[in-house]
């Protein structure tokens, strides 16, 4: 019988001592299933942001580290210089009796830069307005001076202002509050997936959050699509013939709002999206000083608003940890469009008094579009992408009843025919994004 207990001890031994380990992982895992760039670039970003403590003690030495967690009578500190994630060293952990702390330095960690640059913008953006008010409308340059001058003073005080609020001296009447600073509640095991450790550390949470708002912002351009239909429309009208028209192929779109339901799924919607690539102006006139009967003029003005709701899918996405720097997104939806033509066109009646008459056609209406939509984002960093994408946008012919138009002479008209004008055309985007 004694013979068979002692195979059965050198087998449990180890496990018992393997299970007593301090801060080991479930599934030994080196990059927790992600690929080496991938995992390099959680790395950086931890070492980045994640806050870290300076130990004073006692006898006023000091020990730098990653606070792992704490407990009623000691803090367990990581040491090493890579990350808490990797090759872990369990020499590297170290356990300090609270007893022994005269303080603790704490830095909460985060974006260096943000107080900088919030305070940049927004005190930028104050002088800006200030200087353009206080101008009255008759010059620019106070809004340039004072809003460089707000730049640089709020991106100083901003930057001071944070770096003041990182660090915090935690006294040992305060030592109840590094519970909820440390990476975990309590002394457990590594999980062997990160996905899992960011369940169990609000930590980890504060440095990878999962980000669903996107805002987007950019320029889009395409074809002229109606520029010819138009002109061949009034040309072959009884009108004289147009002597200007102008047209735009570049639009700007704003306020691009998104939720990201997860990695690969994504909702949307441009609202009120101003197409000023879309506003054609077809004027002509023919002054004579005699007789002024022949004096004529008419504009053809078109406008259009939009607002899109889209679904956007991510065949290469990226992940909370943003590891990867590149995306492919395809998509689909629905267009509400709302075209505005405003047609002018002013005579004289009386070829004797020389008073002109306006008269003015406005129509109103709402055209329902489909559109298919696909874009490459470039993430230079964490939250933050470039794009680049295309769109083709299928829309309802816009009907446009025909006008009579009078003339001095009662017995001559003008007239435009009936007509469609359909907006469907390919454009192409550019812009960026940002996560919050």
């Not at 002692?6 to 299970?19: A, D, E, R, Y």
């Not at 974006?111 to 010059?139: D, E, F």
């Not at 004289?240 to 735009?248: D, I, V, W």
Request: proline share 5%.
């Amino acid at each position: 019988m004694k013979k068979l207990q002692i195979p059965v001890l050198l087998i449990i031994i180890p496990f018992l001592l393997g299970s007593s380990s301090l801060f080991a992982q479930e599934v030994y895992s080196p990059t927790f299933g992600f690929d080496s760039t991938e995992w390099e670039s959680i790395n950086a970003r931890w070492e980045k942001l994640r806050p870290g403590i300076i130990v004073v003690l006692n006898n006023k030495d000091t020990i730098s580290g990653q606070l792992i967690y704490s407990q009623e009578t000691q803090i367990v500190l990581y040491t090493g210089q890579g990350s808490i994630f990797n090759n872990l060293n369990e020499e590297e952990l170290q356990e300090i009796p609270l007893k022994n702390i005269d303080h603790i330095i704490y830095d909460k960690g985060g974006p260096k830069y943000t107080g900088l640059i919030s305070g940049a913008l927004s005190m930028g953006a104050a002088g800006t307005v200030g200087g353009l008010v206080l101008a009255g409308g008759w010059s620019y340059i106070p809004g340039v001076i004072l809003g460089g001058i707000g730049t640089g003073g709020g991106a100083w005080a901003g930057n001071k202002m944070q770096k003041a609020s990182r660090k915090k001296t935690i006294l040992p009447g305060e030592f109840y509050s590094l519970k909820s600073k440390a990476l975990l509640a309590e002394k457990i095991r590594l999980p062997g997936a990160l996905d899992l450790l960011v369940t169990k550390s609000p930590l980890v949470r504060k440095v990878f959050p999962d980000k669903h708002l996107r805002i987007s912002f950019g320029l889009n351009a395409g074809p002229n699509t109606i520029k010819k239909e138009l002109i061949s429309i009034f040309e072959s009208s009884s009108l004289p013939e147009m002597t200007e028209y102008r047209s735009g192929s570049f639009a700007f779109d704003f306020f691009d709002l998104s939720w990201r339901l997860n990695d690969k799924f994504i909702l949307g919607a441009q609202i009120h999206l101003n197409m000023d690539s879309y506003t054609y102006l077809f004027y002509s006139e023919y002054f004579y000083n005699n007789p002024p009967a022949n004096d004529i003029y008419y504009s053809y003005d078109i406008q259009l608003y939009e607002s899109r709701i889209y679904c956007e899918y991510a065949i290469k996405p990226v992940n909370r940890y943003f590891s990867k720097k590149h995306e492919l997104l395809v998509g689909g939806g629905i267009i509400f469009s709302n075209p505005i033509v405003d047609f002018s066109y002013s005579y004289v009646p009386n070829e004797f008094s020389g008073n002109n008459e306006y008269i003015k056609k406005y129509t109103d209406k709402t055209v329902i579009g489909a559109q298919a939509r696909a874009a490459f984002h470039y993430y230079p960093f964490p939250g933050f992408s470039l794009f680049g994408g295309a769109e083709i946008n299928v829309y309802q012919n816009l009907a446009i009843e025909s006008y009579t138009l009078p003339t001095s002479d009662p017995g001559i008209y003008h007239t435009i025919p009936e007509h469609k004008l359909n907006f469907s055309a390919l454009r192409l985007k550019v812009g960026a994004s940002m996560y919050f």
